[in-house]
């Protein structure tokens, strides 16, 4: 029998968490009715971009069984690099390839150290995410820096929007379609998922493991570097305190999505679904003045029930509860006679 093509499959899997998504954005529409103005949706969308390209960048690691916990710091340290070249008279466009080679680079260190000394990369992310972050404070003395030439093209913009849309939300538009190509439809993606669904066997019929792995987190480095260049577009000032955290709420997003810590599998569109929920239920619980101590509270209910709601969707998908329209039909030479 013949697979369904690629596109249909990845809109197949990802129904549950659009499912999801769409149903708590009309439940906080009704319960509040400016939250579904489109520049209300915007804004929501445009603070999820940051996270959401570092989750399509981790899907990559993720798949093959490591992590990276260092994106926070690759994020700071990316933007403080930019925000130091600029105000030292380099062009703002020029410091794009620089922030975007070292975040590369950054998480090829990852790499190498992770797969070369045969330490788990959960160890060596979380140093290495120190070090970034160390780095970055030294480079910016402490204190956010700012006179950036905000008259410049790369701030108007890459910082601002494009055809009524953040530029910003489009970059992670294109990210999101490049890196669901490169994950299901090129030789790279398939190593990816063959090395976390069984790395013995992986490396016994001689794929390139070593190299896929230092690849893969590097990937995931310069993701980091892409978020970097839209923050600082963004926001105008290399500040080195930025980006706590960003690393687990990209993992949780990741989850959601339905890439398995297991690996094996995952998906770029399904972590930048997860990770707009995340965001949702944070944008919801300011139009619902909820106090801001509930937050974390209700955005680890959102990850179980959102995980818990897709598990249970592609469990049923064997059983005829998915709409037809995302079922495969079959080819006329399939069906019987």
């Keep these: 029998m013949s697979r369904p093509p690629w596109y249909r499959r990845v809109v197949r899997d990802e129904f549950g968490v659009a499912l999801v998504l769409v149903v708590l954005v009309l439940a906080v529409g009704a319960a509040h009715e400016d939250f579904l103005r489109p520049s209300n949706l915007f804004s929501t969308a445009q603070s999820s971009v940051y996270v959401g390209l570092m989750a399509c960048g ?30 030292d008279g380099f062009a703002p466009w020029l410091a794009v390839p620089v922030i975007l ?16 000394l045969r330490l788990p990369s959960f160890i060596v992310t979380l140093a290495s995410a120190m070090l970034f ?7 910016a003395d402490g204190k956010q820096i700012s006179g950036m030439p905000q008259e410049d093209s790369f701030f108007t913009v890459l910082g601002g929007k494009l055809f009524g849309v953040p530029a910003s939300v489009l970059v992670l538009l294109v990210a999101t379609v490049l890196l669901t190509i490169l994950f ?4 790279f993606g398939a190593r990816v998922r063959a090395i976390g669904s069984n790395p013995d066997a992986a490396e016994f019929s001689g794929l390139p493991v070593a ?6 987190l590097g990937l995931s480095g310069l993701m980091g570097g892409v978020a970097a260049v839209t923050g600082l577009a963004f ?17 949780a997003a990741c989850i959601i999505g339905g890439t398995p810590l297991a690996g094996g599998r995952g ?10 929920i995340l965001t949702t239920v944070a944008a919801s619980l300011v139009f619902l003045e909820v106090p801001i101590n509930w ?24 059983h005829g509860l998915v709409p037809r329209a995302l079922k495969r039909r079959p080819n006329r030479s399939e069906e019987p006679r």
């Design 58 to 87: 981790l899907v990559f690691p993720l798949a093959m069984r490591e992590v990276d916990l260092s994106l926070g710091g690759t994020y700071a340290l990316g933007i403080v690099a930019g925000a130091v070249l600029i105000r």
């Design 101 to 116: 080679l070292l975040a590369f680079f950054l998480g090829c260190l990852n790499g190498v150290v992770t797969t070369y």
């Design 133 to 139: 972050r160390g780095v970055a404070l030294a480079l």
């Design 184 to 187: 299901t439809r090129t030789r």
């Design 211 to 216: 190299r896929t792995r230092v690849l893969a």
């Design 235 to 251: 926001f105008t000032a290399g500040d080195p305190t930025v980006g706590n955290g960003y690393e687990l709420t990209a993992i």
């Design 267 to 276: 998906s770029v569109p399904g972590a930048v679904l997860g990770n707009l």
């Design 295 to 318: 937050t974390t509270f209700a955005t680890g209910a959102v990850i179980l029930v959102a995980v818990a709601f897709d598990s249970v969707l592609r469990r049923t998908r064997g």
